[in-house]
């Protein structure tokens, strides 16, 4: 019995120098166009001072998984190391005549649509590969849809920490409150990526969630 104790004492502490080596694999999930890029994207510009990907108003701008290694976080005297994953948009219909409305042309549509399809393929391929996932919902829509309850079932299955951000609160229309509700199991974050807005709480309940990995 105290071998077997003792046992698990030095597994779990091996286990945690380890884990403190390597970069926690940390992605960005969420539905298309809801500011999971420009999050990403103040995080890495912060402690990096390079950006990973692109923006667009138009969605689905994201459709191949972009990366950004070795991203140190320092928050009130601590430090974490991330690989920062950055994923195309996760959506049940993509219909290019959805673009067209943004002047795109007809073949330039078809071919984002088709690339958008391969690019949700992927995201959802990747999921296993998390440690950390950071879900950004844009907090102005309705949080209830098929695709957000389905990534984030997913990731509670794996057991992979979860931390939801409600995005574009700088905008009038949008709702903090219908987010928490949404989800009240989880740690919900108000924040606006563009602005940078409630960043400080994000890196905080960030780094409380690390804990669970
Ligand atoms: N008002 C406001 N707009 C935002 C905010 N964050 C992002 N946006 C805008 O929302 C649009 C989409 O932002 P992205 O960062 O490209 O969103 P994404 O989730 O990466 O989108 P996909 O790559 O298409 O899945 C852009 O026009 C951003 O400027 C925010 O906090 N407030
Ligand atoms: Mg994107």
């Known amino acids: ?10 597994k779990k502490m091996f286990k945690r120098m380890f884990n403190n080596k390597k970069d926690i694999k940390l992605g960005f999930y969420g539905p298309p166009n809801a500011g999971k890029t420009s999050l990403a994207n103040r995080i890495c510009k912060d402690f990096t001072g390079e950006e990973i990907g692109k923006i667009s108003k138009i969605p689905h701008e994201t459709r191949k998984v972009q990366f950004k290694e070795k991203v140190e976080i320092n928050y ?4 974490m190391t991330f690989k920062m994953i950055d994923t195309p948009g996760i959506a049940t219909k993509i219909d290019y005549e959805d673009f067209l409305k943004f002047k795109m042309k007809k073949k330039e549509a078809k071919e984002r649509a088709k690339t958008a399809t391969q690019g949700v393929i ?4 990747w999921l296993d590969d998390m440690e950390m996932v950071v879900i950004v919902l844009d907090a102005t829509k309705n949080p209830y849809n098929q695709v957000n309850i389905t990534i984030i079932g997913n990731l509670v299955a794996r057991k992979i920490p979860v931390l939801i951000v409600a995005n574009k609160i700088d905008l009038k229309k949008a709702s ?17 990526a563009k602005y940078g807005k409630n960043i400080e709480e994000f890196y905080e309940t960030l780094f409380k969630l690390s804990k669970k990995i």
């Open 76 to 79: 009130k005297n601590k430090k």
């Open 1 to 10: 019995m105290v071998i077997k104790i003792m046992r698990n004492f030095f």
């Open 122 to 125: 992927e995201s959802i391929k």
């Open 176 to 192: 903090l409150k219908k987010v928490e509700n949404a989800f009240p199991e989880y740690d919900v974050v108000g924040i606006s």
